[in-house]
């Protein structure tokens, strides 16, 4: 059951971001004017609004370094994370987790219950999950693998 996930755009990843990664204090879904001002704020590099709104449409797909560094720096995520390969998705699911632990109000109880299970209760968890998740999927008629999450 290990399809291949379906490349992610560099507008996915950006927006992604901006979805699950915001600061808590933020506005709720950002304008692209917003987000270059926060952007710009954080690193002083010079992120103009239209900037934002190309890199979110998928307009520019191949940025400057320094405009994906500004973004790695502002949303506090490795370089990498822009990228394709195995570090691009260990980074990416890393990143999900956190996203998951700060929105899910997963705790550090939970994870401590967690890693205190056996081999045979966390495959039993894992099972449970991915069974929710399969039926949430059939339900919403989302692909597999949550690629639309935006």
Excluded at 56 to 76: D, E, I, S
Excluded at 83 to 99: C, K, M, P, T
Excluded at 115 to 139: K, V, Y
């Amino acid at each position: 059951m290990s399809a291949e996930k379906p490349h992610r755009s560099l507008a996915d990843k950006i927006n992604w971001l901006i979805c699950h990664m915001w600061p808590a204090d933020g506005a709720q879904q950002p304008s692209d004017a917003e987000v270059a001002a926060a952007v710009q704020g954080a690193t002083n590099e010079v992120i103009s609004r239209s900037t934002v709104w190309k890199l979110r449409t998928g307009r520019q797909p191949n940025p400057t370094l320094r405009t994906l560094n500004a973004f790695a720096t502002f949303f506090k995520v490795p370089i990498g994370y822009f990228g394709d390969g195995e570090e691009a998705e260990r980074i990416e699911g890393q990143l999900s987790l956190l996203a998951l632990m700060r929105d899910g109000g997963i705790g550090n109880a939970t994870l401590r219950a967690l890693a205190d299970l056996s081999p045979e209760g966390r495959q039993m968890i894992t099972e449970i999950i991915t069974s929710a998740a399969r039926m949430e999927q059939q339900r919403s008629g989302r692909p597999p693998g949550g690629q639309d999450d935006r």
